[in-house]
């Protein structure tokens, strides 16, 4: 059983509990984003069992005619053991999720792994195109980042970062890193296509997208935690595409335990989250 604190942000166990969550959070209006819980693996058998569950869950998804995509982990499915192991994962479940009309999530973990995590996105959203990638507004390379993938196809996913990063790679004070969200949302707006996700519980954040897409027109979509703001959540659905961020499995305890570690604010936001 998972504890009642937990299973706020945790959809059960099992891809039949996430499932169900799913179903029930797209009667809301809201759309999901499963994500099964597991990273830095050194083991390739790890890599290659969580590749299978995604792969399970592509053809659950469509089964079931969900309204859900899908979001993996490089250091889950083998960028700690190699690069390659990584690509070859991640391709594979790109191709099957394709097959069954399924978008597929690259999210971003800390800073050593921005470069083959890009890569890779590339990579498969030239093949594909059905993939999106995560971006950090308080990483300082972010800007030339946008630059790059604003001329590739897929989506992309805009957060402040939740990694404590170095200070000669990130910037550090919360009112600059929410300047520079403002400053890249707006580059987003100006120069994509489509593909635009606020991975963000801000307000101002959000309504600052929706000014950028009153001025500019481009598409964008609302991406929020689940049990993290849920009424929002369903207050922004007549007015914008809005998603929510679903993570299950059984390894939700080093999920809690890992994120607290990393930074002291991710504690503090849970606490905000679970007691409003």
């Known amino acids: 059983m998972i504890p009642p604190v937990a299973n706020n942000f945790v959809a059960g166990e099992d891809v039949e509990g996430v499932l169900s ?26 890599a290659a069992a969580d590749t299978e569950v995604y792969l399970e869950l592509a053809e659950q998804i469509d089964e079931r005619d969900l309204d859900c995509c899908l979001s993996v982990k490089p250091s889950q499915i ?37 470069d083959a995590t890009l890569d890779a996105f590339e990579e498969n ?6 993939v999106g990638v995560c971006v950090q507004a308080n990483l300082k390379r972010t800007e030339e980042d946008l630059r790059r993938l604003a ?35 707006t580059f987003m707006f100006e120069e994509f296509d489509d593909g635009i996700a606020v991975g963000s519980h801000d307000v101002a954040m959000i309504n600052h997208a929706a000014d950028c897409y009153r001025e500019y027109g481009t598409p964008f979509e ?15 659905v007549d007015s914008m595409p809005v998603y929510q961020y679903v993570p299950y499995g059984p390894k939700w305890f080093s999920y809690f335990a890992r994120r607290v570690r990393e930074r ?13």
């Open 151 to 185: 001329d590739l196809p897929g989506k992309v996913r805009l957060v402040k970062g939740a990694y404590d990063e170095p200070k000669e790679i990130a910037y550090r004070d919360k009112a600059t890193v929410d300047e520079k969200y403002r400053e890249y949302l």
């Open 125 to 130: 959203a030239r093949e594909y195109g059905d």
């Open 78 to 114: 083998g960028l700690d053991i190699g690069e390659d192991v990584f690509r070859r994962n991640l391709s594979r479940i790109v191709e099957h999720a394709d097959e069954h009309g399924i978008f597929v999530w690259v999210d971003m973990e800390d800073h050593d792994t921005t």
């Open 264 to 276: 002291k604010e991710n504690a503090l936001f849970a606490l905000r989250a679970v007691f409003g």
């Open 222 to 236: 609302v991406q929020m935690l689940m049990g993290v703001r849920e009424n929002l959540q369903d207050e922004l």
């Open 21 to 46: 969550h799913v179903a029930e959070t797209n009667e809301r209006g809201i759309s999901g984003i499963v994500n099964l819980l597991g990273e830095h693996y050194d083991d390739r058998s790890d």
